[in-house]
């Protein structure tokens, strides 16, 4: 069932505001800025830290599109966002989300991860 679901989701998902594009060596630079973040570590089972530009070249190359694995870049304007991903698993389905904020975030509440 994973294949046939992987073979139906789309490389490109385009809104007016956002595009979810395939990830791509050009925004490894990007992404390891952002996932370079402890506190985002701790909440992602999988994410090294620190995590370098090689994680992100690794993370492009071989997991993005792997066989359990279906991610996407979020792009804002052009500009690398962050990353939302589906775990594609026989039993249970999970995705996983982290965007940095480049606007001003308001007063934390307890809980709030502080994203770059």
């Not at 998902?13 to 060596?25: D, G, H, S, Y």
């Not at 570590?41 to 690794?58: I, N, Q």
Request: proline share 9%; aromatic share 6%.
């Amino acid at each position: 069932m994973t294949a046939a679901l992987k073979d139906c989701l789309p490389a490109t998902l385009t809104t007016t505001r956002l595009v979810l594009a395939t990830p791509a060596m050009a925004h490894v630079p990007q992404m390891a800025a952002l996932a370079n973040n402890k506190r985002i570590h701790e909440v992602l089972s999988r994410l090294p830290h620190p995590y370098t530009e090689k994680d992100g070249e690794h993370f492009v190359s071989e997991i993005a599109r792997g066989e359990t694995e279906f991610a996407w870049s979020i792009l804002r304007d052009g500009d690398y966002v962050g990353t939302v991903g589906l775990h594609l698993l026989p039993d249970l389905g999970r995705a996983a989300l982290a965007v940095r904020r480049p606007w001003p975030v308001p007063q934390r509440e307890a809980g709030d991860l502080p994203v770059p």
